[in-house]
């Protein structure tokens, strides 16, 4: 983009580079043996100017900028002919064409503080209205007019990707739960697991968390007592020595016996007892303060369903859902194996 440079340059008030760059630019150009090139003339044209005004050099300038089909060479001549008097309309208004990041830089360069807000307002409205993703500098990405020029562009074009990848770097947590933003991210997750593009649907998850700036819920659910609302699970911190001689079947707290499995009517319990002071023995790995049990001892962990509350050891309800809809306490209409369906057809999985 030659013109472009030297037009930049120009703006900068670097008169020698512009004319530099577009001389190279005709060289190269015709080199290639390219379509017909002017450059080399305005090149010319641009290095006759000179400090004095000169009312015909200005008139012919004028005259040869109404020729001009590039509309960065003819921003240049606008600017060098109208620079003396201050009055830069013919760049920033009759030049739609200029990218908008050139526009707004030119004017922050060389209008006053009213000219300028007067300018950048109609500009604002515009550039919302239509859509037009450029104009970001302008609202911002997480602005409430950032947001309306990001909905405009996806009702014009339907690109929910780039809206949502737009709003996921580095998005803050005021707009992040904002409904507009969500429907644009959930959407593009769908449209990526309907093409069966799930590792990259799973590298937009990881991103969109990596990028929050709010600290994340913690994923553990803590169990708590039905008789005096303690919490009754014991910590990774804890020594091993002393949980291998806990029997952990009753409140720490009160006293009261733990709630009794749907299934086998027995008082839940953690089996602490069992484990053994060597955790190498016991196959327990501790990795960042966090304690990996063995799979069998999942066995006899709390498992309950979000609805109803029921449930009991891990095995009974695995074993029972496996041939039940329905959950296992009398009375109680829940269907609970609907609720989580996702585990049981993992399971069922495995077994095939």
């Known amino acids: 983009e030659f013109e472009r440079a030297a037009a930049i340059s120009l703006f900068n008030l670097d008169m020698k580079t512009a004319v530099e ?21 305005v090149a010319m044209a641009l290095s006759g100017y000179t400090n004095d005004k000169r009312a015909f050099w200005t008139k012919m ?4 900028r109404s020729m001009l089909l590039h509309p960065y060479l003819r921003a240049a001549f606008a600017f060098i002919t109208s620079y003396d008097d201050g009055k830069f309309d013919d760049v920033i208004w009759t030049e739609p064409d200029l990218q908008l990041r050139d526009r707004i830089a030119f004017a922050c360069m060389f209008l006053d503080d009213e000219t300028l807000q007067n300018y950048v307002a109609p500009l604002t409205y515009e550039v919302i209205s239509t859509g037009n993703l450029e104009g970001i500098i302008l609202t911002g990405r997480f602005t409430t007019d950032g947001l309306k020029l990001l909905q405009k562009f996806v009702d ?84 091993f020595k002393q949980l291998a001689i806990l029997i952990f079947d009753r409140c720490r707290n009160c006293g009261k016996a733990l709630p009794k499995c749907a299934i086998c009517l027995r008082n839940m319990c953690l089996d602490i007892d069992r484990l053994p002071n060597d955790t190498k023995s016991a196959n327990i790995h501790v990795d960042g303060g966090k304690v990996m049990y063995p799979k069998k001892r999942f066995n006899s962990w709390f498992s309950w369903c979000q609805s109803c509350r029921h449930g009991g050891h891990a095995t009974h309800m695995e074993s029972w859902f496996a041939n039940h809809n329905e959950c296992p306490v009398q009375d ?9 369906s996702s585990f049981f057809a993992i399971k069922m999985c495995d077994q095939v």
Not at 332 to 340: F, H, I, L, Q
Request: proline share 4%; charged share 25%.
């Open 156 to 239: 014009k074009t339907g690109d929910i990707q780039t809206a949502s990848l737009a709003v996921i770097h580095g998005i803050p947590s005021a707009i992040s739960n904002n409904e507009r933003v969500l429907s644009w991210i959930e959407s593009y997750r769908e449209f990526l697991d309907r093409l069966e593009l799930w590792h990259y649907r799973c590298k937009l998850d990881i991103l969109r968390k990596r990028n929050r700036h709010t600290t994340p819920p913690p994923q553990t659910a803590f169990l708590s007592c039905n008789n005096c609302s303690k919490p009754i699970n014991l910590t990774a911190s804890g020594n």
């Open 332 to 340: 109680c209409n829940c269907s609970c194996s609907a609720r989580d």
């Open 61 to 64: 300038c004028n005259d040869y």
């Open 21 to 41: 760059t577009l001389s190279r630019g005709a060289m190269i150009r015709d080199a290639r043996e390219e379509s017909k090139s002017n450059l080399h003339l």
